[in-house]
């Protein structure tokens, strides 16, 4: 599975920005996809994952009720739609997919996708 992120920008804090990772394979839609980010100088975090179908969604608190991560399988692409967004969302953030999970959440994920600079300015 390869996967590519894009999307990001600089925004002013309380913008918005939708991310969209598009992926190769036959089989993407098997698979549980999350998103995650980096800011400098810090571990990469988990932001939110969905499961195969789309009907099952997790997020990370800090961005509950803000962001929202969706997929179109005939697509093949996941996409995060970030609201109100903060300067502490600065980060670059990356795609992946958990491989023969239909539903996951957690940092085991098989691949990564190149990641997409976000930064919010204040």
């Known amino acids: 599975v390869q996967l590519q992120a894009f999307g990001g920008g600089l925004v002013q804090a309380g913008g918005c920005l939708r991310l969209?990772?598009?992926?190769?394979?036959?089989?993407?839609?098997?698979?549980?996809v999350g998103w995650f980010r980096q800011a400098p100088g810090k571990e990469r975090e988990f932001v939110a994952t969905i499961s195969s179908t789309g009907g099952s969604t997790h997020y990370a608190d800090s961005v509950k009720g803000r962001f929202t991560i969706s997929r179109d399988n005939a697509k093949n692409t996941v996409y995060l739609q970030m609201n109100s967004l903060k300067t502490e969302d600065t980060a670059v953030y990356y795609c992946?997919?958990?491989?023969?999970?239909?539903?996951?959440?957690?940092?085991?994920?098989?691949?990564w996708g190149k990641g997409t600079q976000v930064t919010v300015s204040s």
């Open positions: 992946a997919v958990k491989v023969g999970y239909s539903d996951y959440v957690g940092y085991g994920m098989d691949y």
């Open positions: 969209s990772c598009a992926a190769s394979g036959r089989t993407f839609s098997s698979y549980a």
